[in-house]
């Protein structure tokens, strides 16, 4: 699939997950406590940043790397969308239970960083299927 109707599709679903979320917080009250709201609650937001984060991570990939061809941008935009939006929502998560400190947030930092160099120094480093084998 192209690059140009991939992210149509995702500005289409960020577009509707924005909605979702909206009428969950208009008609839902999810400071009531009931999981299900919470879930619905987590859930739409999730999607709804994700989306968000990843059109402007994409445009800023494209108009600041232009070096770059565009599936991968379309792949480090959605990683890095989803450690983004993971980090917010957790965070949110946390606050909304009374459990987010200082330390808590940094450890959080420290595991989705960790994780973003792991994906980024096995892009420069690829391995074959057979290799990691020693025979």
């Known amino acids: ?46 999607f709804a940043l994700m989306g968000t984060i990843y059109l ?3 445009f800023l990939q494209m108009r600041l790397i232009g070096r770059q ?6 792949r480090a935009s959605t990683r890095q969308a989803v450690l983004f939006t993971t980090l917010l929502c957790a965070s949110l998560a946390l606050q909304g239970w009374r459990l987010l400190t200082w330390f808590n947030a940094l450890l ?3 595991l989705l960083t960790f994780i973003e160099l792991m994906f980024i120094s096995r892009q420069r480093h690829p391995v074959a299927a057979g290799e990691w084998r020693r025979t």
């Open 1 to 46: 699939m192209r690059p140009a109707w991939y992210n149509l599709l995702i500005l289409i679903g960020t577009v509707g997950a924005w909605a979702s979320w909206w009428s969950v917080v208009a008609n839902i009250e999810p400071a009531g406590g009931s999981p299900t709201a919470l879930a619905y609650f987590f859930s739409t937001l999730f």
């Open 56 to 58: 402007v991570a994409y």
């Open 69 to 74: 061809a565009p599936t991968q941008c379309v």
């Open 108 to 110: 959080l930092i420290a």
